[in-house]
């Protein structure tokens, strides 16, 4: 896990007034939960986040006080606490595009027999706030609230491709700086990408994420621009070959994303 630059006093981000340094750092502690990590301590979260330790005590006790983390006083470890779940339902219950996109969604997944899901971007990674499956059994099951890196995605490079120019470059310097020396190889596969949005119209992932895993993912780009999410479809690489995805699922999918946001245009309008 790449570990996060320190939120100093003199960070650029923290010479805005208006930043709040110490609620920053709350939430980079929250951030610091991987999938599948139960328990952290104050020595792994300093760690990660590059916190002093002392301050990282002073916040999991707020956070723990507030119930977004709670303490296990055997382990002397934290786990996120229900406030988060309370937190996570509330954004997805505020985004109606979910209800909107499920039904076409599922349609598309079970015609295909792959995961078809829906993402929002997340500083460098994408955040799937609705997902759908087929019923063969050689699926790639990844759920709401499943973390992809943005850099070697479909879904995360079709996001990159639905953005302005200006904020797309802005997004590439955060990515170059999360990704360090792996960078140069990572921006290739990008620049790739919009090569491909600028033909096909979707982006491509053909092992560069998991080398089993391919997949295909087009931008939703929504309110004129000010928001942006994406949609892809993916599976196991040795079913998706590279002209399956350019002649068969691309195209499809592009078509579900046009219907999605049909609907979202009749539904505001």
């Known amino acids: 896990m790449n570990k996060p630059a320190p939120l100093e ?3 650029p981000s923290t010479k805005d007034r208006n930043f709040v340094t110490a609620l920053a750092r709350g939430l980079e ?3 610091a939960f991987a999938p599948g990590e139960e328990y952290l301590g104050n020595a792994e979260l300093s760690s990660r986040t590059g916190i002093p330790r002392p301050t990282v005590s002073r916040l999991t006790y707020t956070l723990t006080q507030l119930g977004y983390l709670r303490h296990n006083t055997r382990l002397e470890k934290y786990r996120l606490g229900p406030g988060i779940l309370a937190l996570g339902y509330r954004f997805l219950a505020s985004q109606g595009i979910r209800e909107i ?3 076409f969604m599922q349609q598309f997944a079970e015609a295909t027999d792959c995961n078809v899901s829906l993402g929002a971007a997340d500083k460098t990674e994408m ?7 087929g019923s063969g059994p050689l699926i790639v099951r990844l759920d709401v609230g499943s973390r992809l890196p943005m850099a070697t995605t479909a879904i995360g490079r079709a996001w990159l491709c639905g953005l302005s120019e200006s904020r797309r470059e802005a997004v590439m310097a ?6 360090g020396a792996d960078w140069p190889a990572l921006e290739k596969g990008i620049r790739r990408s919009q090569e491909d949005y600028a033909r096909y119209g979707f982006c491509l992932s053909e092992g560069d994420w998991q080398s089993q895993i391919s997949a295909v993912a087009t931008p939703l780009v929504l309110e004129d621009g000010a928001e942006v999410m994406a ?3 993916g599976g196991a690489a040795h079913r998706l070959s590279h002209s399956i995805m350019i002649d068969n699922l691309g195209p499809r999918l592009k078509e579900v994303a046009r219907r999605i ?3 979202l245009e009749h539904g505001t309008g």
Do not use: K, T
Request: charged share 30%.
């Open 127 to 133: 955040v799937y706030i609705e997902s759908c499956h």
């Open 101 to 103: 996109a499920r039904p």
């Open 231 to 233: 949609i892809n479809c």
């Open 174 to 179: 955060d990515l170059a700086r999360a990704h």
């Open 29 to 31: 502690l929250l951030r």
């Open 261 to 263: 946001l049909g609907e």
């Open 9 to 11: 006093d003199d960070a």
